[in-house]
């Protein structure tokens, strides 16, 4: 019993050191070097002279993808999967009241979220995820002061309580990249 709890141990060891090969944490993100599936359709979110995000969603019926957030490193030629980010400094937002719909004149919602449930863990998985709905930034910003990427979530919505903010070092995204 106890050569095959030692053999049990061992071999789980095995497979937590070749996971964490293939995946790598990096402060801010933990991230993968993949790239989208040659038969998805990235919708590109934000792109400048070092590199290009694309979002892949779920797809529709005839043609299912798999969701994903990639990065594109234009000088190394590679890609990078973000599988989390962190929450620290993080603003987690919730969908908008019937009533915070009214006073700002917008209709409600179609459907509800609440990230702030989030809070208690140090990492979100990436897309973020609610009742089925994959939730991608709608605006990326970079911050060179910060060195770092800005994801801001229902931006458009123009509530406070409604959007959610994070963010990912760059330096921790090319470490990842340089990594692997």
């Given at each position: ?16 050191c ?39 969603d ?33 603003i ?6 019937f009533?915070?719909?009214?006073v ?17 863990q140090?990492?979100v ?24 990427l ?9 509530m ?21």
């Amino acid at each position: 019993m106890k050569r095959l709890m030692l053999i049990t141990i061992w071999i789980g060891l095995g497979c937590a050191c070749a996971l964490a090969d293939q995946m790598a944490t990096n402060g801010s993100v933990v991230a993968t070097t993949n790239a989208p599936a040659k038969t998805d359709r990235p919708r590109q979110l934000y792109e400048d002279q070092e590199l290009r995000i694309v979002a892949v969603d779920y797809g529709n019926q005839a043609a299912p993808q798999t969701p994903g957030f990639y990065v594109f490193w234009k000088k190394r030629q590679n890609w990078v999967r973000i599988d989390k980010v962190s929450l620290k400094g993080a603003i987690l937002g919730r969908s908008p009241t019937f009533e915070e719909c009214r006073v700002a004149g917008t209709s409600p919602c179609s459907i509800g979220w609440d990230f702030s449930t989030l809070a208690k863990q140090d990492y979100v998985e990436f897309p973020l995820k609610s009742d089925g709905f994959l939730f991608f930034p709608d605006k990326v910003e970079r911050n060179e002061e910060k060195g770092q990427l800005i994801l801001r979530f229902n931006s458009g919505w123009k509530m406070a309580p409604v959007e959610t903010v994070l963010s990912v070092s760059l330096a921790d995204l090319k470490r990842i990249t340089e990594q692997n």
